[in-house]
Nanobody, 121 residues
Framework: QVQLVESGGGLVQPGGSLRLSCAAS????????MGWYRKGPGEQRDLVAL???????HYADSVKGRFTISRDNAKNTVYLQMNSLKPEDTAVYYC???????????????WGQGTQVTVSS
């Protein structure tokens, strides 16, 4: 069994910062990509940022220069530092990890339960 547990969401004023964390635990053999997605009201779930096992990163255009994704492989944890937050960043943020639970299994995506980020004055 694998669990992804997110933390760090909350209410912040425009221009403020938040740092999200997501720790993967359980029967994990290896993790390839880790990422953050978000779903705003009435919207679909979209990619925010992705970091592959080698450390390369990819960002949605809307967050480039404001958000930074990082990971601690020893802790199976991915972070999202969010600066200069805007009201349009308001959404439920989900972490994702593509991982193997044994050497023989395929890479499978796992998701966290989501954490609410609200940017409002």
């Amino acid at each position: 069994q694998v669990q992804l547990v997110e933390s760090g969401g909350g209410l912040v004023q425009p221009g403020g910062s938040l740092r999200l964390s997501c720790a993967a635990s359980g029967s994990i053999f290896s993790i390839s990509d880790m990422g953050w997605y978000r779903k705003g009201p009435g919207e679909q779930r979209d990619l925010v940022a992705l970091i592959i096992s080698g450390g390369r990163t990819h960002y949605a255009d809307s967050v480039k220069g404001r958000f930074t994704i990082s990971r601690d492989n020893a802790k199976n944890t991915v972070y999202l530092q969010m600066n200069s937050l805007k009201p349009e960043d308001t959404a439920v943020y989900y972490c994702n990890a593509d991982l193997k639970t044994s050497p023989l299994t395929d890479i499978t995506p796992y998701w966290g339960q989501g954490t609410q980020v609200t940017v409002s004055s």
